[in-house]
Every structure is written in C-alpha cells, then in structure tokens.
C-alpha cells in the first residue's frame, strides 16, 4: 500500500459500531467493563483511546514501524524517551538544534545527572571522539533547526551501534513522506506531530514511533505513568491532518524551492540554507537519504536586528511567529524566538546569528510568497 493510501486509510476502517466511515471522537475517561478484569481492549484514556490508537497505528505505518505513540507535545515525547535513562548515562547530540529540545537536555535532565556532549554531525571523527563508556543515546536531528543541516543517518547509525548506543532521530523537519530513518538504522523517531503531520497550527503533540518490543513497552510505560497524552480531540485533529500529509510536502517543497531560489539571487541577502540547492554543503547526504528537501528555508538578511525588523514589518502574507509546517506561511528570528535559550557562544559558534531569518513555507501561491518577500526585502 503505498503512502497517500496508508495515510487515509490505515487504522481508520469504519467504526464498528455505527459504521461511520471516518473515526469518531471517543471523548471518554474511562470504559464501561463488563466484570472486573474484563474489557473490550480499553479501560482509562490516559492509557489507550480508540482515537489515540487509530492515530497510533497511521503513524507507525507511515513511518514503516511496528508501534507508535502519540504526545501532547513533541517535547512530552522526547521527555518519555529519554526517561529510559539513568543517572550517570551519556548522550551525544548535535550541536545545532531546536532550542526546546537543548533546554530539556540542559535545564531538566541534566540536574538529575544524565550528561550530555554536544558535537559536529557533519564531522564523523567530531561523533566518534565524544564516545565514552557510558553513552547509552544519540540523538540526531536532521535537517536541523534552524540551519537544515544534514546529518547521515546511516553512517551515524552504524557507529553508534558498534558502540551499543541507542540512535534516536528527530524527523520533524522531513516528515516521514521525505525521510524515514528507521530504514537507515534508526532505533526510535521522535516528532512534533504540531508541525507538518497535523499541519493546520490548530493543536500541539508529539510521537514516538520505533520497532523494537522491549524499547515499546519501557516508552509507553513512562507515557501511561507521566501521563503526557494528547486528548482524544487533539488525536483526531492530527489525523485528519495525516491524510492530505503527501499532498501538502510536495507543495511545500515546490514552493520552498522557488522561495529559495529567489532569496539566493537577492541584492539583500547574504546566504540562503536549504538542503535543495546543490550547493549546500550537506546536498549529497539530503538526496541519498531524502525522497525530497522539505519546506524551510533559512537565510541571512544584510543587517542585523533592525534589518531582520524591518523585514519582518513589510510582510504582509507571512506572518512572524514560532512554530513551523502549517498551510500558512511564518517567518522566525531565532536567535530570540526559538534558540533565545541557547547560550551566546554555541549560537555564534553554529551560525545562529542576528541576521538569521528561518521561514516556513506554506503552500499559499508561489507568486504571493516571492511578490511578499520581495516589497519586505526592499524595505530593508
């Protein structure tokens, strides 16, 4: 069954009860149990819902596993993750990424004794170096934020193994329609289901989505303990969401390429980061890896803070928020919206400057979104 198919159908037969063709809203606490002990699969919805599972099993089939598991936010997700580790256990990540996900790792593991090594993806050496006799996880995120690094997942993997070391990829950026890396040798995928999966901007969650039993039973412990699930409402939300996925990347994608285009032509801009172009520096490993190259597009405005205002003032179709993957188009300053947590120096370090402008590119007409940017640019 091929993706577009799986993404309307998969987990989402007709209901069984009143043969509604699309899967209700089972806005429910708890379930009716015939004699103690006995039940029909479901007990408390914090557990399971019958929404939440649909949900469940669209997202591992999209993404070529055998379970997943949905979140009320991306973060909760990778909270239930790395909740599998133990005081004293080492974590390699990369240097560039969400800055939510750094302040996680720095601000509330840490203290409770989970280290955390920061490297250079691009740099296999940068990897291997930080390896020591207590890492237990790698976690990659690729293309990252807000740079669209690309990172080999594959080759990542391979080393990480030979270290017996978990790989856990973010693939929020990708979505599973670009980039599935469990097939390149990743243990566990994470996403912010906020993102491109739902794709409207009208709800928050996250998934965990993996192969391995055992690794399935310990995440979902800690889902059902901790209890951070995302409401039988919210599941539907990111399931209608689900089924116009493959259709929205490809024009994500169609219209992030021309935005790209046009910027890199552009009197009054610096560089532009989009993992399409073939001149940026990972575009080799995004086309082995990737079936396409996403919808963002970061670029450094001529100026600082007050050339990226002054942009930011003239646009009238793209709007200035966080968050990513809607319909919509956003425009972000992350060195004070997304990374405003990062410390000073690791921003200067990676490139996350004050003329960095990430843009989430929507799949409004292409000519509204080159005509927007241009009147703002010339502002500039």
């Excluded at 809203?25 to 479901?42: A, D, L, M, P, R």
Aim: with cysteine; net charge negative.
């Amino acid at each position: 069954m091929h993706f577009e198919t799986k993404a309307i159908w998969v987990g989402q037969e007709a209901d069984k009860a009143t043969g509604a063709t699309i899967v209700p809203i089972y806005q429910t606490s708890t379930f009716t149990q015939e004699e103690v002990g006995k039940h029909k699969g479901y007990e408390y919805s914090r557990t399971d819902n019958p929404t939440r599972t649909a949900l469940d099993t669209c997202l591992a089939s999209l993404e070529d596993a055998k379970y997943g598991m949905s979140f009320a936010s991306g973060l909760a997700a990778e909270h239930a993750i790395l909740s599998i580790l133990r005081p004293g256990d080492h974590v390699i990540a990369p240097e560039d990424m969400y800055g939510g996900t750094y302040r996680l790792f720095a601000q509330v593991l840490e203290p409770l004794n989970i280290k955390f090594s920061f490297a250079d993806f691009a740099d296999i050496d940068s990897i291997k170096q930080a390896f020591t006799a207590s890492t237990k996880m790698v976690w990659i995120e690729t293309p990252t934020n807000p740079l669209l690094k690309i990172f080999d997942i594959a080759l990542i993997a391979e080393v990480s193994h030979k270290n017996n070391a978990l790989v856990v990829v973010d693939n929020t950026f990708a979505t599973p329609f670009f980039q599935k890396p469990l097939n390149l040798g990743a243990d566990i995928v994470v996403h912010s289901t906020t993102k491109y999966i739902n794709g409207h901007s009208d709800v928050i969650g996250g998934a965990v989505v993996l192969n391995d039993e055992e690794l399935y039973a310990k995440i979902k412990f800690y889902q059902n303990a901790i209890g951070a699930i995302p409401s039988p409402f919210d599941s539907w939300l990111i399931l209608r969401g689900l089924k116009t996925l493959a259709v929205r990347m490809r024009q994500h994608e169609k219209n992030a390429t021309q935005v790209a285009s046009f910027l890199k032509s552009h009197s009054k801009v610096e560089k532009v980061y989009f993992p399409g172009l073939t001149d940026h520096v990972n575009h080799q490993v995004a086309a082995k890896q990737m079936t396409g190259f996403g919808g963002l597009v970061s670029f450094n405005i001529l100026g600082g803070l007050k050339a990226a205002n002054t942009f930011f003032k003239g646009l009238k179709v793209f709007s200035l928020a966080d968050s990513l993957g809607g319909v919509e188009s956003l425009a972000n300053y992350s060195t004070k919206m997304t990374h405003g947590e990062f410390p000073e120096d690791l921003k200067k370090k990676i490139g996350i400057t004050d003329n960095l402008i990430r843009l989430s590119i929507g799949i409004e007409h292409i000519d509204d979104l080159i005509n927007d940017l241009d009147t703002a640019l010339k502002n500039v």
